[in-house]
């Protein structure tokens, strides 16, 4: 969480690009990424030579002798029409053949830089902007993944591409679930912003920072003042060192842990920067269909059997090039419904015994076309089926309505029960506001979900009137597959009594009479 100043700073920022003519929070958000990344790169690069001079090791210089004068600290003191020019002609045009035997960040962004465009027209507007993202605490490691993080809710609370980002806290719920650890090889095949990845990072930072590694400091208001929580009791942001991570786990971290896929380069963009600036030095953020079929061509270890965990939340009506399809996908389903292959895509990419956590509509678990029902068969039959979580209609609201559900499951052998919880309120009004209130199931959800026992299936317990329930197999086959939690979950009706009609009538009568005799009494005074 970041405080009160620096809240204020992102919010004078994003309000000069939106009077600067550039309303659209996408492209307010890519563009300050590139300035970001600008900064960032000469941030390492003083480091580099810092070093370089004390240990006298030479090192890969990131700007040539010739290219010395697009350096972040030399740009930034131009005026304004030299700073337009030099950004606008030699800077984007450095990003685009930034490489990896450039520097580590260029590895993370080759891919996707080549097209970086300047979409700053006002020259005052650059510079206003280069001067905010120089005041930007970027060389603090504890708060720059926030800080990128609070530039990414803008994206919701703009109105515009809410479909880019799903609610944090349901993705938090959702890595608790999985619980990774430090050896676990994680990815997001429809990555987007990069929400998954980098939440699950944090995950693990608080998962394995001892006791005397966590730092605590106070949360301040727009003021500078201490915010107080209910009981008036100051709050405060933790934060998670990592300490108990050996060197050698925070290799894998840094290189091999992370991966995303997309197919829209700004995404891809912000989702790189999203994760460099929550501290993953090259993380892999990939330009790539996986439902292609040169998916497997390019990334053979990674499309088939390369995770231990897989997070998504797919596109649920994405655009598809039907006659580029991998064929193997549609042999396990057949069909043009993106969250339907999504979920097939997923399936092919676990390892075996690997686990994934997928936000589908509720249509997969209860649609009756022949590739609906022949997927939910495959989960059931061929993979372990381990729980289906209903969310509340109102979660992606005010962007869609659309109910939907979590799918969790492991790959590899077969499905005996399976665990249902109808989650009925996740901390915020269903309506568009989505204000924040007290009632919450997903502090119970995850809880549950790790303490589910198996033999309550069984058992007398198991009472579907519950918001956690289980179902067995046979129920699920003899439903068509059907994993909707209505088939299942049963309702207690409670028996209301009313007063006989003549009761009701007489009172009505009465109620009449007592009107009429008021009315009466208005007209006598006229």
Same mark, same amino acid.
């Given at each position: ?92 045009? /450095? ?167 997309? /197919? ?263």
């Amino acid at each position: 969480m970041i405080t009160g100043p620096l809240k204020s700073k992102i919010d004078k920022l994003w309000e000069e690009f939106w009077t600067g003519g550039i309303t659209n929070p996408l492209t307010v958000v890519e563009q300050i990424t590139f300035l970001m990344y600008a900064r960032m790169l000469d941030m390492n690069e003083q480091a580099d030579e810092k070093r370089s001079a004390r240990t006298k090791q030479p090192f890969n210089r990131r700007f040539s002798d010739a290219e010395q004068h697009i350096r972040w600290q030399n740009l930034r003191h131009l005026g304004a029409e030299e700073l337009y020019k030099l950004v606008k002609d030699e800077l984007f045009p /450095f990003f685009s053949k930034t490489s990896d035997d450039v520097s580590p960040e260029g590895a993370v962004f080759n891919e996707f830089m080549k097209d970086a465009q300047l979409m700053i027209q006002k020259q005052s507007l650059l510079v206003k902007a280069v001067e905010m993202v120089n005041d930007l605490p970027l060389e603090n490691a504890d708060t720059k993944g926030d800080l990128y993080e609070y530039l990414l809710s803008k994206l919701t609370t703009a109105g515009i591409n809410g479909q880019f980002r799903t609610p944090r806290h349901i993705i938090r719920a959702m890595v608790e679930m999985m619980d990774p650890d430090v050896t676990s090889q994680i990815c997001d095949p429809s990555t987007g912003t990069g929400g998954f990845l980098s939440v699950s990072y944090e995950y693990l930072l608080q998962k394995y920072t001892s006791a005397e590694g966590v730092e605590r400091e106070p949360v301040l208001d727009v003021d500078g003042n201490v915010q107080l929580d209910d009981s008036g009791k100051p709050l405060e942001n933790c934060l998670y060192s990592g300490d108990l991570i050996t060197p050698e786990q925070r290799s894998h971290i840094d290189t091999n842990m992370f991966n995303g896929f997309d /197919f829209d380069a700004t995404m891809l963009r912000v989702a790189a920067m999203n994760l460099v600036m929550h501290g993953i030095k090259q993380p892999g953020i990939h330009y790539q269909d996986t439902l292609s079929q040169n998916f497997k061509e390019h990334y053979p270890q990674k499309a088939k059997e390369g995770f231990d965990i897989i997070l998504a939340n797919p596109p649920f009506k994405g655009s598809l090039d039907e006659e580029d399809v991998c064929p193997e996908l549609l042999r396990k389903v057949k069909t043009k419904k993106t969250e339907l292959l999504f979920v097939a895509l997923i399936e092919r990419m676990l390892k075996v015994g690997g686990q994934s956590a997928t936000i589908v509509p509720d249509g997969v678990l209860f649609g009756s076309s022949k590739a609906h029902v022949q997927l939910r068969q495959m989960l059931v039959d061929n993979n372990q089926l381990e729980a289906v979580i209903s969310l509340p209609s109102g979660v992606f609201k005010p962007y869609a309505g659309v109910s939907t559900a979590i799918l969790i499951f492991t790959k590899g052998g077969s499905t005996d029960h399976v665990w249902f919880y109808d989650v009925q309120a996740d901390g915020f009004s269903l309506d568009d506001k989505r204000t924040p209130i007290k009632t919450n199931d997903l502090p119970s959800l995850i809880s549950e979900f790790k303490a589910r026992d198996k033999a309550q299936a069984t058992s007398g317990s198991n009472d579907k009137t519950q918001k956690a329930f289980w179902v067995s197999k046979d129920d699920i086959v003899s439903n068509k597959y059907d994993l909707s939690i209505n088939r299942y979950k049963e309702v207690v009706y409670e028996e209301e009594t009313y007063e006989p009609p003549k009761e009701i009538l007489g009172k009505l009568v009465s109620l009449e009479n007592e009107i009429l005799a008021d009315l009466k009494e208005l007209e006598g005074m006229l």
